[in-house]
């Protein structure tokens, strides 16, 4: 069998940092098995961009290699079209697009030039495999190069329904483009019959069942394939002894109390102003918890230049301080907020000694917290996990406490049902899901990628 290469926008790191992903863990993984390469952006911004010298490093079997970009490669393909415009539309937010075609000329650039330096590093046999919305048009530049690898590609964020999707300057060009894959994977069904119906509906495809779409005379598969943790090495983390040392710090100061947590970078589409009001809720609505359950929110800042986080990082701190001003006691604080990261070890053992597992995207991929979390738990004495029924984790863990995060109410309700649930409801409902995500983990799920796209037979 040939090699894997794969194609993300950032590369690494090889080994596990403790801050690595679940996903570069995943992806290490495959590419450590068959051998390969590693392909994208070096992050780093210079005169020459993707024009410079490639960045390489080997480690055993995996290559990396890395390109520049210019400042307006970055303005138009990264915070342009990657970050303001499909961000914000493949997450059902169309008040918070822009649309400028400058964008998708600059992503379409981009696209190119990389396909143009990771062409002669291609090997006759290799299956490449390309990551994300960075890259929706990378196949079509590939195949105008003809480059005729097979090409499989996984979109992590959500997949709108056409009637979203249309609202896109052009969005039947791009989903034109992504039909130049092999395969395209999505994070839900839901997602991948998205695809599907747009490509049916506003393309003429054929649906030849099975998630096998005839466009064009040619086939390609659009399903769904939900991506995994490492949930085998997860739940060991809060036995390490960086987990337990921070975690006897924590029980210290909750001193028998409860606590709720919620970890996710700071972004709009993660429901943090609406999940800090629905806490807020569950202390009007049932005051029994006042002064025994807390939230504990951590949230490092992402793409911070953008406006649209820094008024979420401003709401933040305001419900923060309107919170605790209106309940806190004198030695009980309800919301504890922090702008910081964690080593995963760490966060695993903050997810144990943390009652309720409080996840409300207003819509997301998949959510890799919501599955680190059940991961993390004891199994004689687990914690709940609350869990938006917009993240694409819902659709595989119908055991959590399923909520609309835009009703403060119901969450509250939610959150009332997970600090009061008995102990052998807990320990059932922990048990199917944790089963689950050992089954369904990371491995699994490149591997039933890459057995897929070797079906397709290229004509
Ligand atoms: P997204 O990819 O949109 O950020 P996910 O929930 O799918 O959302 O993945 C987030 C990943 O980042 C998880 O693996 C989580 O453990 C990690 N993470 C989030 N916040 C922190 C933090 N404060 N410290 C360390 N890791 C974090």
Known sequence: MGRLVVVSNRVGPLKDTGRAGGLAVALVDALMETGGLWFGWSGNVSEEGSFGQMKTQKTRSVQMAQVDM??????????????????????????LADFDHRFEQGYRYVNDRFATRLKPLIQDDDVIWVHDYHFLTFAASLRAMDVNNPLAFFLHIPFPAPEILAALPNAAGIVRAMLSYDLVGFQT?????????FVIEELGGVDEGDGHVRVNGRVVIAKAYAIGIDADAFSKFPMT????????????????????IGVDRIDYSKGLPERFKAFERLLEDY???????S?????????????????IRRALDELTGHVNGRFSDLDWTPIRFM??????????????????????????????????????????????????????????????VIV?????????????????????????????????????????????????????RRN
Request: glycine share 6%; aromatic share 8%.
């Open 70 to 95: 210019t400042q307006a490669d970055y303005d138009a393909f990264y915070a342009g079209y990657a970050n303001r415009t499909l961000w914000p539309v493949l997450h059902y937010r169309l008040d």
């Open 189 to 197: 069904e839901r997602d991948a019959s998205n695809f599907r119906r």
């Open 241 to 260: 002894p960086e987990a337990r040392k921070n975690m006897t710090r924590l029980e210290k100061l909750l001193g028998g109390r409860q606590q709720i």
């Open 287 to 293: 005051p029994e918890n006042r002064g025994r359950v």
């Open 295 to 311: 939230m504990m929110q951590v949230a490092p800042p992402s793409r911070s230049e953008l406006d649209a986080y820094i008024d």
């Open 339 to 400: 702008t910081r990261s964690f080593p995963r070890r760490v966060l695993a053992g903050i997810y144990r000694v943390s009652r309720v597992g409080l996840v409300t995207p207003l819509r997301d991929g998949m959510n890799l917290v919501a599955k680190e979390y059940v991961a993390a738990q004891r199994a004689e004495d687990p914690g709940v996990l609350v869990l938006s029924r917009f993240a694409g984790a819902a659709e595989r863990m119908p055991e959590a």
């Open 404 to 456: 609309n995060p835009h009703s403060a109410e119901e969450v509250a309700a939610g959150l009332q049902r997970a600090i009061t649930m008995p102990l052998e409801e807990r320990r059932n409902r922990w048990q199917i899901m944790f089963d689950r995500l050992c089954q369904e983990d990371a491995a699994a799920w490149s591997r039933s990628i890459m057995e897929d796209v070797k079906t397709i």
